[in-house]
């Protein structure tokens, strides 16, 4: 078979990694990639936006499935482009990754369907917003209704904040056209599950289940990033939270999007909040986390180019999903300055020791980086998520930490505290 990944990212390097080794694949692609993928995949010079020119580089390179790693495209309608060409595409059609593409509309959803979730209100003017939050509790979260890199979600403390965000979301349009229309929540707390899975629009199957760390610094202070490190699995993810889930939440969030005429194709990644009255969905992406991805993959047995086809053709249920009884710990390093602004171009090295220690279960994925002159330079804010296994969530972080000393480059940033829940668990 010939596969092409969309995408650039941590995310999308672990997906070509264990795409490679899948019995069925003889050729990669990935548009566009990076530095990291191209040991793996041929990289093809197209962006993950320019979606009629994926469609046709697959075309014309009789490409046999394409999977797209990002939610930009997904909500875009990659999909629905590639099928009306008859290409096989992994990945759910524009009016499904809608789940992810629209706060309002998957907020609906779930009142709809009775998913657990925050109570909350949905507003398309400023100033009814404004009205709303005078008689409000507080703190308060604002979200923009559209993407908005994950950045789009306000957490206000009191009435002058609230007002500032309404300002920032839906008058300044800091976060562009993803502001027009705008959902305030409840204030929830708890601790945070990343839950990933496979679904074929009927049937649903869960991963292992994982843990983000957004905020920049360390005690999760500073600004919310892409991601800064991840574990897997969460030790707070019992069994009976898994129940609970799987009785109000995985299988009725897949029969509601049936139901409302969206049959859902792909990966719904659950982001929960364990609150003190149970499990409530935060947020819904389509896709794979980044770098949820960089700790699961790692761990997950079967093919997954199986599992993809699967998820096509309608045969989940005939597919058993394993992960090794083990756990794996992602730390991010980043440029010094991520989010808001550094420096590129600086020389990485260090990266063949990583390499060198694969059979034991050590990963780089690269994020942002970039091939100049034979030299492997930093070529984005977050650069590489350096991924260890261990036997324990302890284990796991000590290698993970270790390994991060491997690398060096100019300005490399990282939290120090990733998997610090591990202790408390
Ligand atoms: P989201 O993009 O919706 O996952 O939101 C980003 C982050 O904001 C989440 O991971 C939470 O840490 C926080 N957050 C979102 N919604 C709420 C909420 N209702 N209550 C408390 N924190 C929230
Ligand atoms: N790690 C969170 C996300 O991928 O949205």
């Not at 010079?45 to 469609?55: F, N």
């Not at 986390?289 to 599992?307: F, H, L, S, T, Y």
């Not at 796991?396 to 505290?417: P, Q, V």
Request: aromatic share 8%; net charge negative.
């Amino acid at each position: 078979m010939k596969v092409l990944v969309v995408g650039s990212g941590g995310r999308e390097h672990a997906l070509c990694w264990k795409i490679a080794q899948s019995k069925k694949v003889d050729k990669l692609y990935c548009a566009p990639g990076n530095a990291g993928i191209a040991e793996y995949a041929e990289c093809v010079a197209i962006g993950a936006m320019e979606i009629d020119k994926l469609a046709q580089f697959a075309a014309d390179n009789q490409i046999d499935l394409t999977v797209i790693g990002m939610d930009d495209p997904l909500v875009a309608g990659v999909v629905d482009a590639f099928e009306a060409k008859g290409l096989r595409v992994f990945g759910p059609r524009k009016n499904a990754a809608i789940l992810e593409g629209s706060k309002a509309f998957s907020k609906d959803l779930m009142k709809k369907y009775n998913i657990p979730t925050a109570a909350y209100e949905t507003f398309d003017d400023a100033d009814e917003a404004l009205k709303y939050l005078e008689t409000a509790d507080f703190p308060i979260v604002l979200k923009t209704d559209g993407l908005a890199l994950g950045k789009g979600v306000l957490i206000c403390n009191d009435l002058e904040e609230a007002k500032a965000g309404v300002k920032t979301i839906m008058l300044d349009k800091q976060f562009g056209n993803a502001g027009n229309r705008m959902v305030i929540e409840e204030f929830m707390t708890g601790r945070e599950v990343s839950v990933l899975s496979f679904v074929d629009g009927d049937t649903i199957k869960i991963m292992t289940s994982a843990q983000d760390h957004k905020r920049a610094g360390d005690g999760d202070t500073g600004l919310n990033t892409g991601g800064m490190g991840t574990f897997s699995p969460s030790p707070f993810y019992t069994e009976e939270v898994d129940e609970f889930c799987k009785k109000y939440i995985y299988q009725a969030t897949v029969d509601a999007m049936k139901a409302e005429g969206r049959t859902f194709k792909g990966i719904i990644f659950f982001g929960l909040m364990l609150t003190p009255k149970g499990p409530r969905v935060l947020e819904y992406n389509a896709r794979f986390g980044d770098p949820e991805a960089q700790v699961v993959i790692p761990r997950m047995k079967n093919d997954i180019v199986d599992v993809f086809e699967a998820c096509i053709d309608g045969t989940l249920s005939d597919i058993e999903l394993e992960f090794e009884d083990n756990a794996a710990v992602c730390v991010v390093l980043a440029s010094k300055g991520y989010p808001v602004k550094y420096d590129k171009g600086l020389p990485i090295s260090g990266l063949d020791t990583v390499k060198a220690h694969e059979a034991e279960g050590y990963y780089v994925f690269h994020a942002g980086t970039k091939l100049v002159d034979g030299q492997i330079v930093t070529n984005g804010g977050r650069v590489l998520g350096v991924t260890a296994k261990g036997a324990t969530l302890k284990e796991a972080r000590a290698n993970a930490y270790k390994a991060t000393e491997w690398i060096e480059f100019a300005n490399k940033y990282k939290r120090n505290d990733i998997g610090k829940a591990i202790d408390e668990a």
